[in-house]
């Protein structure tokens, strides 16, 4: 089960950790950019707060696979920094 949604303002990574100190946090890229293979996520949307990763992941898998095009992230707040690499999926994924 998901639980409430709890905050969709707009906010950085350091403001982030503020708000929500020591927690796992499903997060959701609001503006966002590439450079340098990494993902820059500039404005942050704090979409659940949870206690565990288990949890937190479980949330994850749903969210995204009711819609592939969100921009999701699970991720604790003791990260100083969210260091993304992005990926690039080259062949074939598989028969639908």
Do not use: C
């Amino acid at each position: 089960m998901i639980p409430q949604g709890i905050n969709e303002s707009k906010m950085n990574w350091q403001e982030v950790r503020i708000y929500y100190p020591q927690q796992w946090l499903l997060i959701e890229a609001v503006t966002a950019r590439s450079e340098s293979g990494k993902r820059i996520l500039e404005q942050i949307a704090v979409i659940y707060t949870f206690t565990d990763s288990l949890t937190a992941m479980n949330a994850y898998k749903k969210l995204k696979s009711e819609d592939p095009g969100r921009e999701l992230f699970v991720f604790h707040t003791s990260r100083e920094e969210l260091d993304i690499s992005e990926r690039r999926w080259i062949g074939i994924r598989g028969i639908r």
